[in-house]
């Protein structure tokens, strides 16, 4: 069955009659579905795009003078023996003995995406989970996607006691 078409009008203007088309836009049941999908395709579109940029560009190194820092004792300086990791879940970091007794605490974020990276003692290296970038003791790229070694911490020693200034407005993991 065919839609029928509209009969035009009379209109009678100073005893005449003209005729006049009134044509309303007609939005046919397939015109809104297929333009409902074009819009609805853009902003999958959209959305896919700004996921993927965010992939695509690593995350900044945080600046200490820009962000909420807070100072985390980690306990005496005899307590950590050389070439030991230790984990400190409450500040975000991994705290390192060096061999000649030095101190360096290492971000466990992975400056590719901020993922917690995991310290695999056997392998005596870092690893991301997310996507498998290794870094050496030191917090070096061994392998990437990682753009750059994992972010390091101030240390400081007082009164024999292990003191590091930890990013504080991050999620502990």
Known sequence: MKPSKKEPKLKKNNNTETKEETTAPQLSRRNF???????????????????????????????????????IEAGQVDDFTPLSVTPF?????????????????????????????????????????????AFDISGKVNSGPAPRGLDSLPVTIENNVVKVYAFGDQKPF
């Open 33 to 71: 579905l297929s333009k409902a999908l074009i819009g609805l395709g853009a902003v999958a579109a959209i959305e896919s795009g700004s996921i993927l940029a965010s992939f695509l560009w690593p995350r900044k190194q945080p600046n200490p003078s820009e962000t909420n820092t807070k100072m």
């Open 89 to 133: 879940m409450n500040g975000n970091f991994y705290l390192l003995r060096k061999e000649d007794g030095s101190f360096l605490a290492l971000s466990a974020r992975c400056p590719h995406l901020g993922c917690v990276v995991n310290w695999i003692p056997d392998e005596n290296r870092f690893v991301c989970p997310c996507h498998s970038s």
